[in-house]
């Protein structure tokens, strides 16, 4: 009975995950194609005209899509502003490190995916080379291909797979039955 229990509890937390989540998730979502053309691509210059090389600092200039993209996550539920914590509870240190952690998360890991975005966008506000080198080295598309991938995976309950199957099942034995014979005589 214990099982059980567990079992619709865990269904309706993914349910919940997923109903939270999926407009915020298709809002970014339409960036993905962007993010996958600009892996590996620098997408920050430097401004340097009008001889202010000589007289200030350059600074950076963004892509506008980039721009576009960080103040869409910004208005979402996906910022987490104690990202920290789980990059410390995971131990992440390292782009690599995020990578995998982003890979095997499921949705029950919807933390780390938000952490590791929110870690991105915000520090991006103040370290100007954050977010170029999210999109650079493909932790925003990595992140959010992932959150895309569990959200749609989960949007149908798994009850209504079994229950589907267990009619197919039902179809399959009563195909195997023969047919009753019709008895004229």
Do not use: C
Request: net charge positive; hydrophobic share 35%.
């Amino acid at each position: 009975m214990e099982k059980i229990l567990t079992e619709k509890e865990d269904i309706a937390y993914r349910q919940q995950v997923v109903n939270e989540y999926r407009a915020d998730v298709e809002r970014l979502a339409r960036y993905l194609p962007w993010l996958e053309s600009k892996k590996g691509v620098s997408v920050q210059r430097s401004y340097s005209g009008d001889g202010i090389g000589e007289h200030s600092v350059a600074f950076p200039v963004y892509d506008s899509t980039l721009l576009g993209f960080v103040k869409e996550a910004q208005r979402t539920k996906l910022m987490d502003r104690n990202y920290r914590y789980v990059y410390s509870r995971l131990r992440i240190r390292i782009t690599e490190d995020e990578l995998l952690a982003a890979k095997r998360s499921s949705i029950k890991e919807m933390d780390v995916l938000k952490a590791i975005l929110s870690r991105y966008v915000m520090e991006g506000m103040t370290k100007g080379r954050k977010w170029s080198e999210a999109v650079e080295n493909g932790v925003f598309l990595t992140v959010i291909s992932k959150m895309k991938e569990n959200l749609d995976f989960w949007d149908h309950p798994v009850q209504t797979r079994v229950v589907n199957t267990a009619e197919k099942k039902k179809q399959d034995r009563n195909a195997e039955k023969p047919a009753p014979k019709d008895t004229l005589f």
